[in-house]
């Protein structure tokens, strides 16, 4: 018996415009694929390590709080704990006594931090404003000029005779306000700043339009350049609220010692009395009713809290300044 054909079944022929369209779809997705989107996985991650990593920052602070309202007498015994088994507001009471002090070097601080930052913000964005800009003759020089400073500087000796013999500062509220109000490195950031953020063209047009170049500055320039000011703001008020170098070389007048520098005076006071606290009974008994170690902590958070306290009012300006004006394309 014959055996009967059985008719094969006939490849489908898909349209190959399809495949092709198809193929180029699969590989754009896999090149143009978006960098910003992470997997569920990889974000959580990241996002543990990121909290490590700001608990980490946090966590000191955290831990000279806890310091500062922990028993002077169970820090002798059991050294620094986490978590005190005697919690004490002893360090705070001591500082408390000296309030007057501390009262009048936390107005000093604030004066010169206020005055000094407003000074040093406009000497910064005069000074790099006019060699950011291509019309200024001599901008090449003056820059060079800043740029020196940063590698060579004029020194201890020639800075301290110029401030007193000079200027005559010492004894001065300005002797902790003028050295340190220019800053060659924020120059350079607001340098880079005005070039890159600053179109020349709308300097132009206000310019055609009949305003003067202090009007253009704080009309025009002042506005668009707030991130940036407000970086160098910021540094500034760090610079001048830490400074106690100034007040150790220019001041004599215990009326006109900032915080830092008066912090350091009691600091080294009670070093000074555990150096020598076997001189005297006296001292001694007087000495061990003082909260040493807890007071030195106290010292530094009544110093540390206000900037801690005022920085997230700069932080929305600080990364944009900062990066748009420290790097360049």
């Not at 740029?147 to 902790?176: C, D, E, R």
Request: proline fraction near 6%; hydrophobic fraction near 50%.
């Amino acid at each position: 018996m014959p055996k009967l054909d059985h008719p094969q079944p006939t490849p489908t022929v898909s349209n190959p415009i399809k495949q092709v369209k198809e193929g180029k779809t699969r590989t754009s997705r896999k090149k143009y694929r978006d960098p910003q989107h992470l997997h569920p996985a990889a974000n959580v991650v990241i996002s543990i390590l990121l909290g490590v990593l700001a608990f980490t920052c946090i966590f000191p602070f955290i831990y000279v709080i806890i310091i500062s309202f922990t028993n002077e007498e169970s820090i002798v015994r059991n050294g620094f704990e986490l978590i005190p088994k005697e919690w004490s507001i002893d360090a705070y009471k001591y500082l408390w006594s000296m309030k007057e002090t501390l009262f009048r070097s936390y107005g000093v601080t604030i004066l010169i931090t206020i005055l000094g930052t407003i000074i040093s913000v406009f000497m910064i964005t005069f000074y790099a404003y006019a060699i950011s800009r291509p019309q200024f003759k001599y901008r090449r020089f003056f820059t060079f000029l800043a740029f020196f400073t940063m590698l060579f500087s004029g020194g201890l000796v020639p800075t301290y005779i110029v401030v007193t013999q000079f200027l005559h500062l010492k004894n001065s509220i300005w002797a902790l306000i003028l050295p340190l109000a220019m800053n060659a490195f924020y120059v350079i950031i607001m340098r880079t700043f005005f070039l890159k953020s600053v179109s020349e063209s709308i300097l132009e047009s206000a310019r055609m339009d009949g305003a003067s170049e202090w009007r253009i500055f704080f009309k025009i320039i002042f506005p668009l350049s707030l991130p940036g000011i407000a970086t160098i703001a910021l540094f500034s008020t760090l610079g001048y609220w830490n400074d106690w170098f100034a007040a150790l070389l220019y001041i004599d007048n215990p009326n006109l010692v900032p915080l830092q520098a008066l912090l350091m005076k009691i600091e080294a006071n009670l070093e000074f009395m555990r150096k020598n606290m076997d001189v005297a009974i006296l001292q001694k008994s007087l000495f061990d009713t003082i909260p040493q170690e807890s007071a030195k902590m106290a010292m530094v958070v009544i110093a540390t809290l206000p900037i801690a306290v005022s920085y997230p009012f700069f932080q929305k300006y600080f990364i944009s300044g900062l990066t748009i004006g420290g790097v360049k394309e």
